[in-house]
């Protein structure tokens, strides 16, 4: 009977030391962990936001918020600082807290008060057992298994250095209209058929192809826009040879128009895939027209020289496609059309004849009509100081070179 309150003892300590060793479940803090082959960490939620951080495959990040499509996550920059940015949840996947879960011991129905001992004797023919059995089962302490730590997340790989500057090397070939040196061209050759009432053996050839050379340094604001600047340099002339025979000395015309261009570009480039381009310029154009005309009688020769040059504007708008030779080399192919009316070239006429005259005439380059007869005329194209009003001239204006038609070009591109 007096062993019955140190038993009941006993089982109440070790049910509360039961309790006491089961460990409550641990919580890690949420993290996020990179997906895809590299994701971009900018500094604000938007896709136009700067890129402040480019995280490898695999690469693990402790998780702060949720904004919309974006985690705001942490990391750690090149130079060990803790820092935060946006990542998009496309790149990432979240990984959920792990708990830790341990089975509740068995918790053991308590045992009946010990019973109040009688006061009473009890019968001389019966006698008690010194102590009654408890019907308790044994308590039973589950020790729980040594926790392992997670691994420590793997250290951010250091973002390579982002390549913003372009340097493009390009040529190819532009198709374009002429404008008025190719009335002027075509016009003299007539003026002078119908005057001696000779048509020519030989064709008049006309100024239309060029090849182009260029260069272009381009910025990248974002990975879809571009801004920079460029040139193209162009010269082109074209030869004529024709032969009026007539009589028993032929006559013979040469004649040489020239043209060279210096647009600079200053453009717009925007990248809707990594492939696919398109680009707008505004053109500041430098261009020259020269001309040199020959009309030979046997050894008898007259001749005109001019030589002018403008400023003027322009515009280009392009389709490019593009692809990567090496990560910092790119080839790319484009087509472009192009428009640009250049006018009010300036510049100087050098008449001379075989006998040693000589004239010279500063002036504007002007396109009009030289009259054969009162019903027939022909455009002519000549420098003179003031605007033709002489008789036998008629719609006198200023003459203007296009330049508008469609290019193709071809280059490489390196990165920085």
Request: proline share 10%; aromatic share 12%.
């Amino acid at each position: 009977m007096r062993c019955r309150p140190w038993l009941w003892i006993s089982l109440s300590l070790l049910l509360f030391g039961s309790g006491l060793l089961q460990a409550s479940p641990q919580n890690t803090s949420p993290r996020v962990k990179v997906v895809a082959e590299q994701a971009n960490i900018r500094l604000r939620p938007s896709i136009t936001s700067i890129i402040i951080y480019q995280a490898p495959q695999g690469s693990i990040f402790k998780l702060i918020a949720k904004e919309g499509e974006w985690y705001k996550i942490e990391f750690q920059t090149e130079t060990g600082e803790t820092s935060q940015g946006f990542v998009h949840e496309s790149l990432v996947v979240r990984l959920e807290p792990k708990k830790r879960i341990t089975s509740p011991a068995k918790k053991s129905s308590p045992s009946s008060p010990p019973p109040v001992p009688s006061t009473k004797e009890p019968p001389p023919k019966k006698k008690q057992p010194l102590e009654k059995p408890s019907k308790t089962p044994p308590v039973v302490i589950k020790k729980r298994p040594p926790s392992t730590p997670p691994p420590p997340p793997p250290q951010p790989q250091p973002s390579p250095r982002p390549q913003r500057l372009f340097i493009g090397l390009q040529s190819g070939a532009l198709y374009f209209n002429g404008g008025d040196i190719n009335s002027g061209t075509v016009g003299l050759a007539k003026f002078y058929q119908d005057y001696l009432g000779v048509k020519p053996t030989e064709p008049v050839n006309q100024l239309h192809f060029t090849y182009l050379f260029g260069l272009r340094v381009a910025y990248a604001l974002t990975s879809q826009i571009r801004i920079g600047v460029g040139f193209d340099y162009w010269k082109k002339n074209a030869q004529s040879q024709l032969t009026y025979s007539s009589g028993t000395t032929p006559e013979s015309l040469f004649i040489r128009p020239e043209i060279r261009a210096l647009p600079i570009h200053l453009f717009l480039s925007l990248y809707p895939t990594s492939h696919l381009y398109f680009r707008g310029s505004l053109d500041l154009y430098r261009a020259e027209v020269n001309y040199h005309y020959r009309l030979s009688t046997g050894e008898t020769w007259t001749s005109w020289t001019g030589e002018s040059s403008t400023h003027d504007l322009g515009f280009t708008f392009a389709l490019g496609w593009q692809f990567k030779l090496a990560p910092y080399l790119e080839f790319f192919s484009e087509i472009a059309g192009q428009y640009a009316r250049l006018d009010n070239f300036q510049g100087e006429n050098i008449y001379r004849e075989s006998s040693g005259f000589e004239s010279q005439e500063k002036g504007t380059l002007y396109l009009y009509q030289a009259q054969v007869t009162a019903q027939l005329a022909h455009p002519l194209l000549f420098i003179r100081e003031k605007k033709p009003t002489e008789a036998g001239v008629a719609e006198a204006r200023i003459a203007y070179l296009s330049l508008s038609g469609v290019a193709v070009r071809l280059g490489l591109r390196f990165r920085f």
